[in-house]
T-cell receptor
Framework: GAVVSQHPSRVICKSGTSVKIECRSL??????MFWYRQFPKQSLMLMAT?????????EQGVEKDKFLINHASLTLSTLTVTSAHPEDSSFYICSARGLREQYFGPGTRLTVT | DAKTTQPPSMDCAEGRAANLPCNHSTISGNEYVYWYRQIHSQGPQYIIH???NNETNEMASLIITEDRKSSTLILPHATLRDTAVYYC???????????????FGKGTKLTVNP
């Protein structure tokens, strides 16, 4: 099946700093990618939809100025958590739309201290 | 997309069949039933999907009732590695004009016991 990678797999940062997470579709081109967030023992919550070459569409309640999304190519989308706070600590998962289905990355564990 | 209802948790003995139910009583005629699973601390994995006919692949079988108001995912010979949260989602496929978003409910936590 199609492969989606994320980097880094886990990151620890200090409060007030920014963190960038990369999502890559390794063997297919993805015009659309999605970013999810998952808190412990909860389900995945969609944060935003990212289309190559255009602005991302954010779900209600997600701050677009805090979670910057860039989808500059058909195989790469990035999520930057700006001015991170401890409450931003979570599991961030990206998904890329392939020809038939959506494929998910392995996730990035962010811990803000 | 229509809502789904799944039991919060289920147990299954290793080597036995795991039957995971899903209710989707408000499903529309053009909505498919999709199943994904998420093993702890990993991204979700696609399992199977179907419209009205039963489907089978190398991972599982999907049985959809004739009225399409419910379905069952069957793992024929569960292993310890099948322990995961299983999500049932109904949606119109993107290629048929449906929303690209996958909206996850709470799913069923399946525990396969030795």
């Amino acid at each position: 099946g199609a492969v989606v990678s994320q980097h880094p797999s886990r990151v620890i940062c200090k409060s007030g700093t920014s963190v960038k997470i990369e999502c890559r579709s390794l063997d297919f081109q993805a015009t659309t990618m999605f970013w999810y967030r998952q808190f412990p023992k909860q389900s995945l919550m969609l944060m935003a939809t990212s289309n190559e070459g255009s602005k991302a569409t954010y779900e209600q309640g997600v701050e677009k100025d805090k979670f910057l999304i860039n989808h500059a190519s058909l195989t790469l989308s990035t999520l930057t958590v700006t001015s991170a706070h401890p409450e931003d600590s979570s599991f961030y998962i990206c998904s890329a739309r392939g020809l038939r289905e959506q494929y998910f990355g392995p996730g990035t564990r962010l811990t803000v201290t | 997309d229509a809502k789904t209802t799944q039991p919060p948790s289920m147990d299954c003995a290793e080597g036995r069949a795991a039957n995971l139910p899903c209710n989707h009583s408000t499903i529309s005629g053009n909505e498919y039933v999709y199943w994904y699973r998420q093993i702890h601390s990993q991204g979700p994995q696609y399992i199977i999907h179907g419209l009205k006919n039963n489907e089978t692949n190398e991972m599982a079988s999907l049985i959809i009732t004739e009225d399409r108001k419910s379905s069952t995912l069957i793992l024929p010979h569960a292993t310890l590695r099948d322990t995961a949260v299983y999500y049932c989602i109904v949606r119109v496929p993107t290629l048929q004009g449906g929303s690209e978003k996958l909206v996850f409910g709470k799913g069923t936590k399946l525990t396969v016991n030795p």
